[in-house]
């Protein structure tokens, strides 16, 4: 979700969303790892990355959903991997932890962990689709963002069957500045056409979800309890 497939052809991608507690661990700075350690040093304390990777999975866990196995490699055994994983490193799977360069994690951030990506690339790995899951803590955001070629379904999985997520959007201006169209938004969510002012909101419960076409802008956040 966070950065387009350049290609000729439009992929699908399928990401869940999850709850995670508001005293999170904050963690300051960019970090992508996982199959991307082998390209990169971290730029924070490889502690502070545990923490992050540790609750995530955690919530995961406690509500009944399961990683495959090279969610728990440590950099060391992601770098002694050999040419059977070279789909892993291809299509960048694993974890991500991202600031979106704010330096303000807490506020502006979001934990994944891709187990599917997509790409028309010639060769094994070519697939038209992708999946995440993403682990939103309260408070966080992520900011506005488009996708050039991916259409992507957000599915509000809800921790505990309490968590609802707010998405705000706007259309992409085709005049040539490629800003925020003042024109209504017309979205899917589960099938059910729903209309939106420029940055209206549409706010989803657990088990719903909304699909989001090319070129449309979207942020989204963690309603915060009332209760």
């Known amino acids: 979700m966070l950065?387009?497939?350049?290609?000729?052809?439009?992929?699908?991608?399928?990401?869940v969303v999850m709850w995670g507690p508001k005293d999170s661990t904050v963690v300051p700075h960019v970090v992508l790892f996982g199959a991307v350690f082998n390209e990169r040093k971290p730029i924070v304390k490889r502690?502070?990355?545990?923490?992050?990777?540790?609750?995530?999975?955690?919530?995961f866990a406690e509500n009944r959903f399961s990683l495959?196995?090279?969610?728990?490699w440590t950099p060391e055994e992601w770098?002694?991997?050999?040419?059977?994983?070279?789909?892993?490193?291809?299509?960048?799977?694993?974890?991500?932890?991202?600031?979106f360069n704010s330096g303000r994690f807490d506020s502006v951030g979001l934990t994944l962990f891709t187990?599917?990506?997509?790409?028309?690339?010639?060769?094994?790995?070519?697939?038209?689709?992708?999946?995440?899951?993403?682990?939103?803590r309260q408070d966080q955001v992520a900011p506005y963002h488009y996708h050039a070629r991916k259409t992507e379904d957000i599915i509000n999985r809800g921790g505990k069957g309490r968590g609802r997520l707010v998405v705000r959007l706007y259309l992409y201006n085709s005049d040539g500045n490629g800003g925020f169209a003042q024109n209504p938004v017309s979205v899917?969510?589960?099938?059910?056409?729903?209309?939106?002012?420029?940055?209206?909101?549409?706010?989803?419960?657990?088990?719903?979800?909304?699909t989001l076409t090319p070129y449309l802008y979207h942020t989204f956040l963690r309603l915060r309890a009332t209760v």
């Open 3 to 15: 950065g387009d497939r350049r290609s000729h052809n439009t992929y699908y991608s399928r990401e």
């Open 47 to 59: 502690s502070a990355i545990n923490r992050v990777i540790v609750e995530a999975r955690e919530f």
């Open 68 to 72: 495959p196995p090279y969610a728990d």
């Open 79 to 99: 770098r002694k991997q050999g040419r059977e994983a070279d789909e892993l490193r291809a299509t960048r799977l694993g974890w991500d932890v991202t600031d």
């Open 115 to 136: 187990l599917r990506n997509g790409s028309f690339a010639v060769g094994r790995c070519s697939k038209g689709y992708a999946a995440k899951i993403m682990f939103v």
């Open 188 to 210: 899917l969510c589960d099938g059910i056409r729903r209309e939106v002012e420029p940055g209206g909101a549409v706010i989803l419960g657990p088990g719903e979800s909304i």
